[in-house]
Every structure is written in C-alpha cells, then in structure tokens.
C-alpha cells in the first residue's frame, strides 16, 4: 500500500473516532481541586451533557466541550452521572479529566454503540468493587432492549464503589428515562425500585439521572416511595429534602438559560442518608451554555446525621458564572 494511502486511512480512522486521540485540551492533574471532606460524604453530580448531533448547529459537542470540561473541573465532584455521553464524548472527557476514572456501556449493545449513562468517580479516592447496566424493558439483560412504548433503548448503569480509609462502600446508579411514554417511566421506575431492593449489600445509594418527569408526576413518586405502600427502600430527591414544595427551578432550557423549564434532573437518595446542600450550574460564558440541561450537585452525608446537625435549608445556593 502507498505510503500517501496509508496516511489517509489513519485520517478516516480518526475521524470515525469521533477525534478522541485527536488535540485537544487535556486537564492535569493540578487543575481539578478536590476540597477536603470528612470520610462519608460524598458530591454528586447528574449532568445530561446532550448527545453530540448535527442538529444543534453551533451548539453541537465541538463547540462546548471545553464549557463541560471547565463545569466538571470548577465543580469537582467526587462522582459524577452523565447521561446522552457518546463513547467519543466519554472518551475526550476521561482524557481531560485524568485523575477520574469511569464505567459506561451504550445503549445499543452495552458496549461502545449509541448513549450512555456513563458514571465517573474518583481514583484517589474510591475502589470500583463492581459495576453493570441493565435496561428498561421485559428483558433487561439483553443490550439494546427496549418495551413499553419508548422509541430508543433506555438504560442504568451502576457502580459499587468502596472508600480507601475507610472500606466503606455505596451504589451510585445512573438513569434517563423515556422523553415521551409515560407507560415507560413508571415501568422504568418499577424496574429501577427492584433493581435497588436486589443489590448484593445493604450499604446506602445515591441515583442520578435525567428522569424526563417532575417531582409531581406519579412515576416519580412511586419511585420515591411517597406513601410507603410498596416493598421497596424509600428515597427522596435531595431537592425535595431541602426544599419540600418549592418549585419554579428549571433544569432543563434547551440551551436558552431558562430557569422556568421543567425540573427532570434529580439526584434521590436512599433514607438512611441525608442531603446535606443541593446546587444547580446555570453558568453561561460569552453566550454559550455547556449542555441543554444545567447540571445538578448534591453533597449528601451516605449515614443519618443527628437532626441537631441537620442543615437548615433556607435559600438554594445556585452557581451562576457568567461571562458575556
């Protein structure tokens, strides 16, 4: 083969890459700045990052992804759920975000094809123990499954992570449940409540997702497990444990910066813990926002605290960096 072929072939092999081995801004280790925290309590992070398509124009992937970097850099979580991830989207984060490392399994073959409810965590601070997907459908085992009236596959990934120190260990599990079939969100959350009640320990867990419904719709109650009339543990968003009844905190603007859409990106957590702040990033610099959806963060404390130490929740503090 000529040497000119070879060199195109490498070209398109890149391309179909989707650039991940391509220049970019790769983050060291000094740029993200984990604070100090006490040994169980952990900063959680929902982001749905938005798929990268050509739709969006001058909003597509290309043109933000620094924007994400810089969001998950500035914010620091310990772990993180991202939802609409491509595996190049996946992999140009896991470049630039070196001192992470992550689980995720797309939706089309619980490998590299499609979406991802891809779960960061942080090396220095946890053991991955053990991780899986499972989908939403009669058959959720079976990759790329779909049932109950949703048009693509929907998925959660999850992982069991231990802290070093202490040995102490928790399930994160990350979501995004269907846009459309209400039929499909309350199976979902069925099949999520199962899924939770079924795990191999009875250490606490925190959930993370894009739920595609308000903390009124009755698939997120169930969830929630609002009037206890199902087996399944009972969790809270950590919205609704620090600001029972407020609403008008949209979370998804469709890169317009709204704050009057709707609320569909929640972080519930089981009852044993507590929440100890809830945040939403409506950064926007020089006009540009990172995603359609604001990313949600939440400090949450995995063990009961003393009510004498619970935190008073007055005002919801929301970041809110804007250069224009």
Same mark, same amino acid.
């Not at 040497?3 to 081995?21: E, H, N, Y």
């Given at each position: 083969?000529?040497?000119?072929?070879v060199?195109?072939?490498?070209?398109?092999?890149?391309?179909?890459?989707?650039?991940?081995?391509?220049?970019?801004?790769?983050?060291?280790?000094?740029?993200?700045?984990?604070?100090?925290?006490?040994?169980?309590?952990?900063?959680?992070?929902?982001?749905?990052?938005?798929?990268?398509?050509?739709?969006?124009?001058?909003?597509?992937?290309?043109s933000?992804?620094?924007?994400?970097?810089?969001?998950?850099v500035?914010?620091?979580?310990?772990?993180?759920?991202?939802?609409?991830?491509?595996?190049?989207?996946?992999?140009q984060?896991?470049?630039?975000?070196?001192?992470?490392?992550?689980?995720?399994?797309?939706?089309n073959?619980?490998?590299?094809?499609?979406?991802?409810?891809?779960?960061?965590?942080?090396?220095?601070?946890f053991?991955?123990?053990?991780?899986?997907?499972?989908?939403?459908?009669?058959?959720?085992?079976?990759?790329?499954?779909?049932?109950w009236?949703?048009?693509?596959?929907?998925?959660?990934?999850?992982?069991?992570?231990?802290?070093?120190?202490t040995?102490?260990?928790?399930?994160?599990?990350?979501?995004?449940?269907?846009?459309?079939?209400?039929n499909?969100?309350?199976?979902?959350?069925?099949?999520?409540?199962?899924?939770?009640?079924?795990?191999?320990?009875?250490?606490?867990?925190?959930?993370?997702g894009?739920?595609?419904?308000?903390?009124?719709?009755?698939?997120m109650?169930?969830?929630?497990?609002?009037?206890?009339?199902?087996?399944?543990?009972?969790?809270?968003?950590?919205?609704?444990?620090?600001?029972?009844?407020?609403?008008?905190?949209?979370?998804?603007? =469709?890169?317009?910066? +709204?704050?009057s859409? @709707?609320? $569909?990106?929640h &972080?519930?957590i089981?009852?044993?813990? /507590? !929440? %100890?702040?809830v945040?939403?990033?409506?950064?926007?610099?020089? =006009?540009?926002?990172? +995603?359609?959806?604001? @990313?949600? $963060?939440?400090? &949450?404390?995995?063990?009961?605290?003393? /009510? !004498? %130490?619970e935190?008073?929740?007055?005002?919801?503090?929301?970041?809110?960096?804007?250069?224009n």
């Amino acid at each position: 083969m000529k040497k000119s072929a070879v060199i195109c072939l490498m070209l398109l092999v890149v391309i179909i890459l989707g650039g991940c081995g391509g220049s970019q801004r790769v983050n060291t280790s000094e740029e993200v700045r984990f604070p100090s925290s006490p040994p169980g309590v952990i900063e959680a992070m929902s982001f749905n990052i938005r798929v990268d398509t050509f739709l969006d124009g001058p909003n597509r992937w290309a043109s933000r992804k620094e924007l994400v970097f810089d969001t998950l850099v500035d914010n620091a979580p310990d772990v993180i759920g991202l939802q609409e991830a491509l595996d190049h989207q996946v992999c140009q984060i896991q470049q630039a975000l070196p001192q992470y490392a992550h689980y995720a399994a797309g939706r089309n073959d619980g490998k590299q094809k499609g979406e991802s409810c891809a779960l960061f965590y942080r090396k220095d601070r946890f053991v991955l123990e053990d991780c899986g997907t499972f989908w939403f459908s009669d058959t959720p085992s079976r990759p790329g499954s779909k049932d109950w009236g949703n048009l693509w596959p929907r998925l959660c990934s999850w992982v069991y992570l231990t802290e070093k120190g202490t040995g102490d260990g928790f399930y994160v599990y990350n979501v995004h449940f269907d846009v459309f079939s209400q039929n499909s969100r309350q199976k979902s959350a069925e099949l999520l409540a199962k899924r939770i009640t079924a795990r191999q320990t009875n250490d606490p867990f925190i959930v993370m997702g894009d739920f595609n419904m308000e903390l009124d719709n009755p698939a997120m109650a169930y969830l929630q497990n609002i009037d206890s009339k199902t087996p399944y543990p009972r969790m809270l968003t950590a919205w609704q444990s620090l600001h029972p009844g407020r609403t008008g905190e949209g979370t998804h603007h =469709g890169f317009r910066g +709204s704050t009057s859409g @709707p609320n $569909i990106d929640h &972080i519930p957590i089981c009852d044993s813990a /507590r !929440a %100890l702040d809830v945040r939403i990033d409506r950064r926007r610099v020089n =006009g540009r926002y990172p +995603s359609d959806h604001f @990313p949600v $963060i939440a400090t &949450i404390h995995l063990t009961s605290l003393p /009510r !004498a %130490l619970e935190p008073v929740a007055a005002q919801m503090p929301l970041q809110n960096p804007q250069q224009n």
